[in-house]
């Protein structure tokens, strides 16, 4: 059984503890959804915990005429801060569990890789509140002509790119519900066979539609993640925020990823496991991306 002082670097661990980093490092960097779907800035070799993403207006063409010099256009720039917090999660391995039976390098870094990977959607899918456009029904369910008018709208705003959708299972489910429900069963479709299939949308109206329980199923005027609060924290129960967007809708600042380190306590008679990661995100271009609102119950 080995025994650890204090540890900094994983390359002084156990060959159990280097299973636990990796396993967990693998875990956090597989079951992220949300990190690519955004723009991600790596900034660890830059000073200081906020950084400032320049924003350019469109400039517009226009005819020329022979000999006639053309006139210039001043470009006004703006920015979008992104501050940077650290994020984090413990847990105790104890020198009699790692007596015990299974496999505890797989599992406790599965543990810990999925604890950061959920944290950073959950913050990352927080910033679909700020969306100003929005469609669905906050007391009904979205269908795909309100993904239809989701894209219209980016496509006016001139959003680039790949269009994503994120909702939670069970608008999710809503969805697919009345895809299979509203045409015939004798009218045979790719979109309606693929559903009743295996349950996966797929693509509507360009958009690649993904489910996560990261969406939460409440509004969370509170910011905590949790259900509840009072007054202007009052969080509204059953109605859930998803969006489409563009990657260039949303960015995060990744200023140090996951990282995992180990740290004996021998009164204890065990090893504490802190994995930590330290980012920050933001809307980038709010005209890139629509909010659709709709129930979360589960459904009947």
Known sequence: MPTLSTVNNGNNLSDLFVNIIAQAR?????????????????????????????????????DLTEGTDMSETVVHTSSVPVTVTEKGAQVILTDVAQMGAGNPADELG??????????????????????TSEQGNMAGNITAADIFKAVATLRANKARGPLY???????????????????????????????????????????????????????????????????????????SAGAIFTPEAIAVAMKRDFNLE??????????????????????????????LNANSEFPA
């Open 110 to 131: 599965t543990v810990l890789g999925n604890s950061i990977a959920t944290k950073i959607d959950q913050d990352i899918i927080a910033t679909f509140r700020d969306f």
């Open 262 to 291: 180990a740290e004996r306590n021998a009164s204890l008679r065990a090893t504490e496991l802190n994995a930590t990661a330290v980012y920050g995100t933001a809307v980038l271009d709010n005209s890139f991306g629509v909010r």
């Open 26 to 62: 693998f875990t956090a960097e597989e079951e992220s959804l949300m990190l690519g779907l955004i723009t991600q800035y790596n900034i660890g070799a830059q000073a200081g915990t906020t950084i400032q993403v320049p924003k350019y207006p469109a400039v517009a063409a226009a």
């Open 165 to 239: 959708g994120v909702v939670h299972p069970y608008v999710a489910y809503d969805l697919k519900a009345s895809l299979t429900n509203s045409f015939s069963p004798n009218t045979s479709n790719d979109l309606v066979n693929e559903a009743m299939r295996s349950g996966y949308i797929g693509t509507i109206a360009g958009v690649q539609m993904f489910e996560s329980a990261n969406v939460l199923s409440f509004t969370d005027l509170g910011d905590d993640n949790a259900a509840g609060g009072s007054g202007d924290n009052a969080d509204t129960s059953n109605v």
